[in-house]
């Protein structure tokens, strides 16, 4: 089970930089070309936030199962990487204010900010893992595999 948990937490980081790389584009597209919101807006920016929300709970599920496993948790998984992995779902979820109470052109500049926000977190949030920044992002996830019970 934790080796499913270990995959699919993998996976779905890159979905994560695809939905941000997407997005982004998006956003920026429509900043620039003065678009109004639309119902693509809210599925792409929806899309991107609820992928961060589903890679927060499989890494949850995963890091208690792995530390069951294992018997102790790292500190640098407890404190540091979901510390800073729950920050950037928070950050993730920070368009929402603007979507409707903002003039568009504020929401395409919040949504871009809050779009470089997160990417920057979650940046951070995989290179702390180990102390190297950059060295975790290969594709296989960021602990090793458990062993096969």
């Known amino acids: 089970m934790t080796r499913i948990l270990y995959f699919t937490h993998s996976g779905t980081r890159w979905l994560v930089v695809l939905a941000i790389l997407i997005a982004l584009g ?10 109004e919101q ?6 792409v920016m929806l ?7 589903l890679q927060w709970i499989i890494g ?3 890091y208690l ?12 998984g407890w404190t540091t990487h979901l510390t800073t ?11 929402l204010p ?10 395409y500049v919040a ?11 979650i940046w951070y949030g995989v290179s702390v893992l180990l102390g190297t920044v950059g060295s975790r992002w290969q594709f296989g996830g960021l602990y090793p595999p458990p062993p096969a019970s």
């Open 26 to 35: 998006y956003m920026i597209y429509s900043l620039v070309t003065n678009r």
């Open 38 to 43: 639309s119902r693509i807006t809210r599925i």
């Open 47 to 53: 899309a991107f936030s609820s992928l961060v929300g």
């Open 60 to 62: 949850l599920v995963y």
């Open 65 to 76: 199962s792995y530390g069951s496993q294992l018997g102790s948790y790292t500190r640098e």
């Open 85 to 95: 992995m729950t920050v950037a779902l928070i950050a993730a979820h920070l368009y």
């Open 98 to 107: 603007f979507r409707r109470r903002a003039s568009t052109r504020v929401y």
């Open 111 to 121: 949504s871009v900010v809050v779009l470089f926000v997160t990417s920057a977190l």
